[in-house]
Structure formats: structure tokens, C-alpha cells
């Protein structure tokens, strides 16, 4: 199975900081890597689908880059309906499998 | 609209079953595959199964394999997983989501708690 290691577990950010998560897949996974946003409480919404494709309406500050094993999420200028908890999706494989979370905190 | 309302989930003791449904409206069900994602109370997401759209093709998680099993029925629209053999560490809202041609969940239910607990 392709194990997805997401860093950092949590992160404390200021509302305008510049935001990164990174995910490194135990094997090349080419481009399908997908981000998932969650709130507490809510189901996850999906951001990024094939690792940089932003989904339709999802705003342009969040953008995702990477191939191979190592991908990142990138948020331009962290705003406050962004506090939530993202997490990555490998489906190059069965079974398919999420990075640990990573939990976007108000500093 | 895509919706995908998920039912089923309650309190069971240890070693028994339950089944989850999940209706799905608002697209071409018997031209999609489905999957269950499940989220223990203060955990991360686990993948739990996908089944193809034609219920061809299954696929799933290692700590649920030989236990859960998922299925469909085009006529209704709706999505299943019966769960055989529960565990406490089974206990999680269960999510069940609208595959994207193998590239990933693009809808979501609200989610369904199973509690195993004696």
C-alpha cells in the first residue's frame, strides 16, 4: 500500500500569511494526488483534483504543484473562512489513501 | 444538484452488523463509482471502498477487507456497505462519495455515525 506522509500536522498562521503543506507519497504516484478541505463538523470538500487542478470555485489563492512523491499546497494569503483541516488523496492505486491532516490554526 | 444522504448508522455492540445506505440524486448514478470514507471520532480520513459503477469492480481498505462489504443498486440509486463483525475501532461517521472517474471524491454526504460500543 502507498503510504502518505502530510506535514505539518498542525500550523499556526496569520490572517494574509503565505500557507504550505507538503505530502510525500512512500512511491511515485505521478500526478494523482488530490487536496481535501474540512471544517469541523462538515464533510470534506475537495480543492485540487490530478495535483494542481483547482476545482470550480474554489478561490485562486490555493493552488497545489508536485509529481512523483512530493506535492504541496500552497495558500497565497491565508484568509479566515481558511482555518480548517486539509488533507491529501493518492488514487494512482488500491487502496487508496489520505495524508494524517494537517490543521490550519488562527496565530 | 449532487446530493448523497447517507442513513443507517446507530449504536451496535461489538461483533455484530449493521448496513449504511447512502441515496444518491442529482446525476447519473449507473455512470459513476462510489465510495465510503469513514472518520473516527478526532482522526483523520480512512479510505474504506470504492465499487465501480456498474458494481463490476471492488475495491477496499486493509482493516475492513473480509468484513465490510460494499454494493449497489442502479434501480434505486443507492449505495450500500454492510458491515459484518464490528469492532470498536470501527466506530467513526461514515461517508459515502461520488467518485470522479478514478481521480478522486468530487461530492460528499454529511456523514453517518456507527458507534460500536457493549
Known amino acids: 500500500d502507498i503510504q502518505m506522509t502530510q506535514s505539518p500536522s498542525s500550523l499556526s498562521a496569520s490572517v494574509g500569511d503565505r500557507v504550505t503543506i507538503t505530502c510525500r507519497a512512500s512511491?511515485?504516484?505521478?500526478?494523482?494526488l488530490g487536496w481535501y478541505q474540512q471544517k469541523p463538523g462538515k464533510a470534506p470538500k475537495r480543492l485540487i483534483s490530478?495535483?494542481?487542478s483547482l476545482q470550480s470555485g474554489v478561490p485562486s489563492r490555493f493552488s497545489g504543484s508536485g509529481s512523483g512523491t512530493e506535492f504541496t499546497l500552497t495558500i497565497s494569503s491565508l484568509q479566515p473562512e481558511d482555518f480548517a483541516t486539509y488533507y491529501c488523496?493518492?488514487?494512482?492505486?488500491?487502496?487508496?489513501?489520505f495524508g494524517q491532516g494537517t490543521k490550519v490554526e488562527i496565530k | 444538484q449532487v446530493q448523497l444522504v447517507e442513513s443507517g448508522g446507530g449504536v451496535v455492540q461489538p461483533g455484530t452488523s449493521l448496513r449504511l445506505s447512502c441515496a444518491a440524486s442529482?446525476?447519473?448514478?449507473?455512470?459513476?463509482?462510489m465510495h465510503w470514507v469513514r472518520q473516527a471520532p478526532g482522526k483523520g480520513l480512512e479510505w474504506v471502498a470504492l465499487?465501480?459503477?456498474?458494481?463490476?469492480?471492488?475495491y477496499y481498505g486493509d482493516s475492513v477487507k473480509g468484513r465490510f462489504t460494499i454494493s449497489r443498486d442502479n434501480s434505486k440509486n443507492t449505495l450500500y456497505l454492510q458491515m459484518n463483525s464490528l469492532r470498536a475501532e470501527d466506530t467513526a461517521v461514515y461517508y459515502c462519495?461520488?467518485?470522479?472517474?478514478?481521480?478522486?471524491?468530487?461530492?460528499w454526504g454529511q456523514g453517518t455515525l456507527v458507534t460500536v460500543s457493549s
Open positions: 462519495g461520488k467518485d470522479y472517474y478514478d481521480s478522486g471524491i468530487d461530492y
Open positions: 442529482g446525476f447519473i448514478f449507473n455512470s459513476y463509482g
Open positions: 465499487i465501480w459503477y456498474d458494481g463490476n469492480y471492488k
Open positions: 512511491q511515485g504516484i505521478r500526478n494523482e
Open positions: 490530478a495535483t494542481s
Open positions: 488523496l493518492q488514487h494512482n492505486s488500491y487502496p487508496w489513501t
